[in-house]
Each structure stands twice: as structure tokens, then as C-alpha cells.
Antibody, heavy 122, light 109 residues
Framework: QVLLVQSGAEVRKPGASVKVSCKASGYTFSDYYIHWVRQAPGQGLEWVGIINPNGGRTGNARRFQGRVTMTRDTSTSTVYMELSSLTSQDTAVYYC???????????????WGQGTLVAVSS | SFVLTQPPSVSVAPGQTARIACGGNKIGSKSVHWYQQKPGQAPILVVHDDSDRPSGIPERFSGSNSGNTATLTISRVEVGDEADYYCQVWDSDNDLNWVFGGGTKLTVL
């Protein structure tokens, strides 16, 4: 079955960086885009960015431009999302989610990771 | 970028019908997807492409989309349907971009 398993919770100080991983299994890793979505405490869902595991092309929401880096390791079927220059506003649960169709960056997601809490506090 | 507007809350009694709106400029020209999220859990897709249900989602969940409003309808609401619901589209004007509505808290009275 399709599984996305994310790394554990992280605590960082303002100005630091954090790298969250999402390990995929149960399907051909390079066939499906992976999206990153975050949710601040008590708030709604916010799209962060996307990576195509086939080739590594990425895209991100404008508000994260210059601060977010998404990479992948095809040997371990894992994608990574690194966010730098953290502030308290970045405190959130970060989810990875697989695109619904091979080769499609649009559409929706049926498969989500369990979420990773990133807490930013001095 | 494309903006989706949802009411913050909707309340309904068990057995009644809940309708959750998602507004956006000419949203009827886009495909709208809906997620259910319960506290501490990842979102679950309940409707995709305006009105299609994934396998395992009860027929009580349905959707429509026309003009400037998409609607998620939950018939014969159950206590277990209490959750936050989010609409989502792909913003084709911004490459590779998902957009979410602000979410609606469904309370079952």
C-alpha cells in the first residue's frame, strides 16, 4: 500500500533552518509529484511547494521564495523540505502529499504523510 | 493568486443536510476538491473534480460547482462528520500551485 512516512518533530530557534523528510513506499517513487503543505496551530492549510522526483524540478509559493529548498534521494525514495531563516510564524505541522496521477502536478491528493511538527521558539 | 473563500463555521443537527460553500472568481471553470480534517489528523479527500467520490467515502458526501461557488453537501449528517472541511483548486495561473480555502468548521449539534 502507498505510505508516506515523515520525520519526527523538530524544535528550532529563530533564524535557524529545519529539514523535514518524507519517505515514500508502495509505488514507483519517480512517477508522482510530492507536494508540501503546512498548517499553523489553529489555522488552515497552506501550500508550500512541490517537487518532481523525476528530475528534481521544484516550485514553491511566492511567500517562501528564497527560503525553501526541496530535494529528493531516489535511492531511498525520500523527499526533503528545508526551510531557512525560521521565525515563530513558521511554527506549523508540515505535511507531504502525493499527487493523484503519474506525471501530474495539479489535481488532488489521496495520500498524505502523518505530518511533522516544527516549533520555532527562542 | 487565486483566492478561495469559505464560511468559518456551519452548524447542523444530526440527520439534516449540511452545505459548505467555497467561493472564487469563476471557480466553475476549475476543478474543485474537498478534504475533511479531524483534530490531530492529516486531511482526507472526500470529493475530487467537483463531484467525484474516492472509494470508501460514503454517498452522503457530494459536490457541485458552478459560476462563482462550489458546494460540498453532506446528507444525513452524523456526529462523526464533525470536522474541518477545506476546498482546494490548482491555480493554473501560478505554475504548480495548489490553493486552499480557509476552511469551515462543521459542528453537529
Amino acid at each position: 500500500q502507498v505510505l508516506l512516512v515523515q520525520s519526527g518533530a523538530e524544535v528550532r530557534k529563530p533564524g535557524a533552518s529545519v529539514k523535514v523528510s518524507c519517505k515514500a513506499s508502495g509505488y514507483t517513487f519517480s512517477d508522482y509529484y510530492i507536494h508540501w503543505v503546512r498548517q499553523a496551530p489553529g489555522q488552515g492549510l497552506e501550500w508550500v511547494g512541490i517537487i518532481n522526483p523525476n528530475g528534481g524540478r521544484t516550485g514553491n509559493a511566492r511567500r517562501f521564495q528564497g527560503r525553501v529548498t526541496m530535494t529528493r534521494d531516489t535511492s531511498t525514495s525520500t523527499v526533503y523540505m528545508e526551510l531557512s531563516s525560521l521565525t515563530s510564524q513558521d511554527t506549523a505541522v508540515y505535511y507531504c502529499a502525493r499527487s493523484h496521477k503519474p506525471g501530474y502536478s495539479s489535481g488532488w491528493s489521496t495520500y498524505w504523510g502523518q505530518g511533522t511538527l516544527v516549533a520555532v521558539s527562542s | 493568486s487565486f483566492v478561495l473563500t469559505q464560511p468559518p463555521s456551519v452548524s447542523v443537527a444530526p440527520g439534516q443536510t449540511a452545505r459548505i460553500a467555497c467561493g472564487g472568481n469563476k471557480i466553475g471553470s476549475k476543478s474543485v476538491h474537498w478534504y475533511q480534517q479531524k483534530p490531530g489528523q492529516a486531511p482526507i479527500l472526500v470529493v475530487h473534480d467537483d463531484s467525484d467520490r474516492p472509494s470508501g467515502i460514503p454517498e452522503r458526501f457530494s459536490g457541485s460547482n458552478s459560476g462563482n461557488t462550489a458546494t460540498l453537501t453532506i446528507s444525513r449528517v452524523e456526529v462523526g462528520d464533525e470536522a474541518d472541511y477545506y476546498c482546494q483548486v490548482w491555480d493554473s495561473d501560478n505554475d504548480l500551485n495548489w490553493v486552499f480555502g480557509g476552511g469551515t468548521k462543521l459542528t453537529v449539534l
